[in-house]
């Protein structure tokens, strides 16, 4: 079992920046691909930025030059720093791991006003 915990969402302004964190308490084994998703209103959750195994990055198109991933590897602990952020990143951003199977952390919200 893998359990996500994120934090880091808040309200802010167009231009402003937020960096999302995500922890795996009480995990002890090492998990190869985590990354966040984000689901808007009204939308579908899409990928926001991910490692795969061997530390590949894939980013969507969207947020390429303004947000970047990073993580603790040996600690399961994943982030996000968004700069530059826009209405439009609006949504809930989830953490995700895949250890076997998928897992999704409760999601925390970024809200950006214009």
């Known amino acids: 079992q893998v359990h996500l915990v994120e934090s880091g969402g808040g309200l802010v302004q167009t231009g402003e920046s937020l960096r999302l964190s995500c922890v795996t308490p009480?995990?002890?084994?090492?998990?190869?691909?985590m990354g966040w998703y984000r689901q808007a209103p009204g939308k579908q959750r899409e990928l926001v930025a991910r490692?795969?195994?061997?530390?590949?990055?894939d980013y969507a198109d969207d947020v390429k030059g303004r947000f970047t991933i990073s993580r603790n590897k040996s600690r399961n602990q994943v982030y996000l720093q968004m700069n530059s952020l826009k209405p439009d990143d609006t949504a809930v951003y989830y953490c995700?791991?895949?250890?076997?199977?998928?897992?999704w952390g409760q999601g925390t919200q970024v809200t950006v006003s214009s």
């Open positions: 490692f795969r195994r061997g530390n590949t990055i």
């Open positions: 009480g995990t002890t084994f090492v998990i190869d691909s």
């Open positions: 995700y791991a895949f250890y076997f199977k998928d897992y």
